[in-house]
């Protein structure tokens, strides 16, 4: 059995930097280039495998590497039944059923016996089959939007995250088939074998996601206003109080939703909260 693990992430495409950024966040040091195949992660037993977008989950499948990075819309299309070890909370985008801008159809309904284009053909024919809407899927490996435009097609179905490419191919959006976002998978075999090492990975990649959608707050307080300022403060658990060198004053400490965060900020103000700050979090372990 190989003593060190295999990470099979993208070489390229819109996965690629956050995907990075997550393993050096969570303290992996190595050295990414642009055509390096792998790179040997110097202070943990992994290597990081660079590989096309559409053969991760092959690699990992087929136990060449015991994680990957991908996407649920990739994972769907593949149809592979990979263990799904944690959502990465990045790449969010939509499958989503566009037509002409000028077209009369309204929501998908509207397109059963019609030709439907995408790069999704297993996910976009299983969507409509479970809708019972006939269609006929048109599989296209690139530049989706144009079908429409090229009679290829009366709709189509693509990604889309803000939806500028649509309306810049004169498309409009009539309905979602499927979300997506980053996930991290596992091969059956190092799941079976190595449990222990994926759960360590997995600890290492969820303690930075749940940092990145927190803060850590520190306030001064008169202990007089405790129980209204610590109403104001659903953290993780109760926020730490301790006593400070002046006669009636706390300092308390707490971690919150970084969403919260300003709006919080007022109310604690008002309650009698003094020399705020806000931190970020480097990692959590819940």
């Known amino acids: 059995m190989r003593e060190r693990l295999r990470l099979a992430i993208p070489n390229k495409g819109r996965l690629v930097e956050p995907t990075i950024q997550l393993l050096h966040d969570a303290g992996l040091?190595?050295?990414?280039?642009?055509?390096?195949?792998?790179?040997?992660?110097?202070?943990?037993?992994?290597?990081?495998?660079?590989v096309r977008t559409n053969d991760i989950i092959e690699f990992v499948g087929d136990a060449v590497a015991d994680l990957g990075v991908t996407g649920v819309d990739l994972l769907a299309e593949s149809r592979a039944d990979l263990p799904l070890v944690r959502a990465l909370g990045y790449g969010r985008c939509r499958l989503a059923a566009a037509v002409p801008s000028d077209s009369p159809h309204r929501g998908v309904d509207d397109l059963a016996g019609l030709r439907v284009a995408t790069a999704h053909p297993n996910v976009t024919r299983r969507f409509f089959d479970e809708k019972a809407i006939p269609v006929e899927v048109i599989p296209i490996s690139g530049a989706v939007e144009v079908a429409p435009r090229l009679g290829l097609a009366e709709a189509i179905v693509d990604l889309v995250s803000t939806g500028s490419t649509l309306v810049m191919n004169g498309l409009?959006?009539?309905?979602?088939?499927?979300?997506?976002?980053?996930?991290?998978?596992?091969?059956?075999?190092?799941?079976?074998?190595?449990?222990?090492?994926?759960?360590a990975i997995d600890t290492m990649f969820s303690a930075v996601i749940a940092a990145r959608s927190r803060k850590y707050l520190m306030m001064n307080a008169p202990a007089g206003?405790?129980?209204?300022?610590?109403?104001?403060?659903?953290?993780?658990?109760?926020?730490?109080?301790i006593p400070l060198a002046h006669d009636g004053m706390v300092a308390i400490h707490s971690v919150v939703?970084?969403?919260?965060?300003?709006?919080?900020?007022?109310?604690?103000?008002?309650?009698?909260?003094?020399?705020?700050?806000?931190?970020?979090?480097?990692?959590?372990?819940?």
């Not at 959006?173 to 994926?198: K, M």
């Not at 129980?227 to 953290?235: K, N, S």
């Open 172 to 199: 409009r959006p009539i309905g979602d088939v499927l979300e997506s976002e980053a996930i991290l998978v596992a091969s059956p075999t190092a799941q079976r074998e190595r449990a222990d090492d994926l759960a």
């Open 225 to 241: 206003r405790l129980v209204e300022l610590e109403a104001l403060l659903p953290g993780l658990e109760s926020p730490s109080i």
């Open 29 to 50: 040091v190595f050295e990414a280039h642009d055509r390096s195949l792998v790179a040997r992660v110097q202070n943990y037993d992994l290597d990081v495998l660079f």
């Open 257 to 286: 939703d970084a969403d919260d965060v300003w709006a919080l900020l007022p109310r604690l103000k008002a309650a009698g909260a003094s020399g705020i700050l806000v931190l970020p979090i480097e990692k959590i372990l819940p």
